[in-house]
């Protein structure tokens, strides 16, 4: 009995841990509160940086403007004389990548679990995306307006400057820019001390 109790108790501890990490933070609008609360999103963040060169900002703006940092993000349903025939798009998760796109990332980066709703391989998605955007279209990865509107329109969609039909996209992406550029200088201020107390955690926890 007294085994069956704590093994419900550590179910229990890591269903609300679970839970916890997949809430969207108190305050979006400031990356150091982000981070703080969320210090497993800074070590993946980081690890995107280290590994892809885009600056941790431009996709955190990106994830903002996409999901709110909702893990289980969705376009609405559509219907159909009230009947439910289907969401608008595959888009799915932090970072709202598509179904098609998404297996692309994985088979590209050999990453074959990953999960659009685990917020590590959705900021990774991300910079393999900006990376590539980089590759095929030369965009610079610190150039968040110019970065988002290619993950809108896709690769084919921002050489055709499909963009330039949708003045409401253009908006949107200049709000991602404004909140990049917000994002930076907040995690100027933080980031020695974000990278201080992961040394410690890590190394004297």
Aim: with cysteine.
């Amino acid at each position: 009995m007294d085994k069956f109790l704590k093994l419900l108790l550590t179910c229990c501890c890591l269903s609300a841990l679970a839970a916890c990490s997949s809430t969207p933070p108190r305050n979006p609008e400031n990356l150091c509160e982000i981070f703080e609360e969320k210090r497993s999103w800074y070590k993946s963040a980081k690890k995107m940086q280290e590994k892809w060169g885009t600056p941790i900002h431009v996709p955190m703006a990106m994830m903002y403007q996409e999901s709110s940092f909702r893990h289980d993000a969705a376009p609405p349903m559509e219907y159909f004389l009230f009947i439910p025939i289907g969401r608008a798009s595959s888009a799915y998760g932090y970072s709202q990548a598509k179904t098609m796109t998404w297996k692309d990332y994985k088979r590209e980066t050999g990453n074959s679990w990953a999960s659009r709703d685990n917020f590590d391989d959705a900021i990774d998605f991300m910079g393999w995306f900006t990376s590539k955007t980089h590759k095929v279209n030369g965009i610079s990865k610190w150039d968040a307006y110019n970065q988002y509107l290619n993950y809108h329109e896709g690769w084919g969609g921002y050489k055709k400057r499909s963009y330039n039909k949708k003045p409401w996209l253009i908006k949107v992406s200049r709000k991602v820019e404004q909140r990049s550029k917000h994002y930076a200088g907040q995690l100027k201020q933080c980031r020695s001390d974000l990278d201080a107390s992961w040394f410690r955690r890590t190394f004297f926890s």
